[in-house]
């Protein structure tokens, strides 16, 4: 209640109606496991090394490189996963990195050091940010400059437009400057500002060296162009060399916090403690060769093969703010993913180190509650050993699909009139997309089978009605050719032995109704536990549940019969009030898939009664 202290008229905001629950996405997902490039952590690397989100394929490519084999010319899983789900509708997509290190080196590519000439030794060199292959780049630095900036009137010359530390280039008044030429170091100068605002232009070797007023003063920076593997350019214009300046090279550029955050190269450099100066820097990037230079990083390596413990990850080290989450780990850190899923788990060799990893994925959608986990069965995998395989697991936030897919390798063929190279792929980048397709199309109340499959050429098997009828009953959801309707999911069964959660669909309402009620009811901490806020919440659940019943997640021909709210003295006792418990009991009664549709036909005679 406000305080009234002195008289007058007050005027007060209050609501007169419940608050609102936002429903929550459904459809973003998680992949975690080995890529040629990106975001992760690495000794000595950037401290930006989080799950990236990307929307599109390109993006991912262009983020964590493309569709080439690794170094050991194995077959890069998660990023076929990630153009499958794009594919098949996905919209979002979080992607944690898993890299181990090769024997020897840390597998990121580097320049040549390249020498400043400092009164104290300096080096500089272009590095990849992150480790891998795909860091083998090409980095071409070209000295660029821009028109006059000099103030043709006074006693002394003058620069407008720029900041202290740009780099000059003096002309001779009434001289054209040819931008072919390589510059020449004694026409440079280096422009100091005072607070004053006092303009003060030094020379190679640190001396004031004014030019005249009639002078041209060219402004001269370096543009940086990046080349990776597939010819792709990303562009850097016009950066400064003097290490302070709001678009430097070294800021721009810079390890932890690039201008873009996809930078895949940064300057690593000591010259600002050898105390480097802009012309030394520009002459050591360049040299007297002529005005660009082209750097080729090398050293880059893919690492070796992911196991269990990688693709688990570690926790972030809550005393050190520098060692993040890795793997799995590091999703547990993003809220709104609902859908995970680690398509190099599938293709590990060794059969005990597969079951591990795939028991670690579960475990990971369990711990974080709100999330469910699209495992893949086994490469290859005959009935008796993806039967096999699903026995070692009972959960409700897991779901195994079988068998695996074959696609045309999009990088096509090696050589023209060779036929397109083929591909075996698991299923769960499909169905991945799959899932948030539906989510988006019809609601994450709607079991995600009976869904048309795109993308591939063929499956790795057919499972027939004869198979299908021995997998389904023991919850291995089957991906089936049927003439005519192409290639669909055709099941939509959970892991769990518990019947109360024996579909996805049932799984995933309830995730996504408990992750709603859940963020949208933070308020309610700390308010006074009475009459007032019971009804609040009441009404608060109820008129969103209602708006789930009419859009069809709800089974019952009236509200009353598809869900209850109640949060009274009837759900929480005295003791309960005193140890600060509001107990809200919510049921719903959700709609389940018709996964067997039966018509019963039977004659009769044409003078029988209904």
């Not at 680690?342 to 059969?351: K, Q, V």
């Not at 107990?583 to 036909?601: D, K, S, T």
Request: some cysteine; hydrophobic content about 40%.
């Amino acid at each position: 209640m406000p305080e009234y202290l002195a008289p007058g008229v007050y005027l007060e905001e209050v609501s007169f109606r419940a608050s609102t629950i936002s429903a929550v996405s459904t459809s973003t997902t998680a992949f975690a496991g080995r890529t040629r490039f990106g975001p992760v952590q690495y000794r000595g690397g950037p401290q930006s090394a989080e799950p990236r989100l990307v929307t599109n394929y390109p993006e991912f490519e262009r983020v964590y490189g493309g569709l080439e084999a690794y170094d050991d010319f194995s077959i890069p899983y998660l990023a076929h996963a990630v153009r499958a789900y794009f594919l098949n509708g996905g919209q979002r997509l979080y992607v944690s990195r898993v890299y181990v290190e090769p024997v020897v080196g840390d597998g990121v590519a580097t320049s040549d050091d390249i020498p400043v000439a400092t009164a104290t030794p300096s080096l500089a060199r272009f590095r990849a940010r992150w480790p891998g292959r795909h860091g083998n780049l090409a980095v071409r630095v070209t000295a660029v400059r821009s028109g006059d900036v000099g103030i043709h009137l006074g006693a002394a010359a003058q620069a407008r437009g720029v900041e202290s530390g740009t780099l000059l280039e003096v002309v001779d008044p009434g001289r054209q400057p040819d931008l072919a030429k390589p510059i020449a170091p004694g026409a440079l100068r280096i422009l100091s500002i005072a607070v004053d605002g006092t303009q003060t232009f030094f020379d190679r070797m640190g001396a004031p060296a004014p030019p005249s007023v009639a002078s041209w003063l060219l402004p001269v920076e370096v543009t940086v162009t990046i080349t990776d593997a597939a010819e792709r350019e990303t562009v850097f214009p016009r950066l400064g060399l003097a290490h302070n300046g709001r678009r430097s090279l070294s800021r721009v550029l810079d390890r932890d916090d690039p201008q873009d955050e996809d930078c895949p190269v940064w300057f690593d450099h000591d010259f600002v403690t050898a105390g480097t100066t802009p012309i030394q820097l520009l002459q050591a990037l360049i040299g007297d060769a002529g005005p660009e230079k082209t750097y080729r990083l090398a050293g880059g390596s893919d690492g070796r093969a992911i196991t269990a413990l990688e693709l688990m990850g570690h926790e972030a080290d809550p005393d050190d703010a520098s060692n993040k989450a890795t793997g799995l780990s590091a999703l547990a850190d993003v809220d709104d993913i609902a859908i995970v899923a680690a398509p190099d788990a599938g293709a590990i060799d060794e059969e005990a180190d597969r079951f591990l990893a795939t028991q670690n994925l579960i475990r990971h959608a369990e711990l974080a509650r709100y999330r469910i986990a699209v495992v893949d069965g086994p490469r290859g995998a005959s009935l008796n050993e993806i039967r096999a395989f699903r026995g070692n697991f009972d959960s409700k936030y897991a779901a195994l699909y079988h068998p695996w897919v074959e696609i045309l390798d999009p990088s096509g063929p090696p050589a023209p009139g060779v036929p397109t190279p083929r591909l075996m792929l698991p299923p769960s980048g499909f169905v991945t997309g799959i899932y948030a397709r539906n989510d988006v199309t019809r609601g994450v109340f709607k079991a995600p089978a009976n869904e048309v499959v795109f993308g591939l050429s063929r499956l790795e098997m057919n499972i027939n009605t004869g198979r299908n009828q021995v997998l389904n009953p023991e919850h291995i959801n089957a991906l089936r050719f049927f003439a005519g309707r192409g290639n669909r999911v055709w099941g939509a069964r959970t892991l769990s032995s518990d019947p109360e959660w024996l579909y996805v669909n049932v799984r995933r309402l309830f995730i996504f109704l408990e992750h709603s009620i859940d963020l949208s009811t933070q308020w309610a901490v700390f308010e006074p536990n009475g009459e007032a806020l019971w009804r609040n919440l009441t009404q608060t659940v109820e008129d969103f549940l209602q708006v789930q019943w009419r859009s069809g997640a709800l089974l019952g021909a009236t509200p009353d019969e598809a869900y209850f709210v109640r949060c009274d003295r009837s759900t929480m006792t005295q003791n309960d009030l005193d140890n600060g418990r509001l107990i809200c009991l919510i049921g719903v009664a959700p709609v389940r898939p018709a996964e067997f549709v039966i018509f019963r036909i039977g004659q009769f005679t044409a003078d029988a009664r209904g």
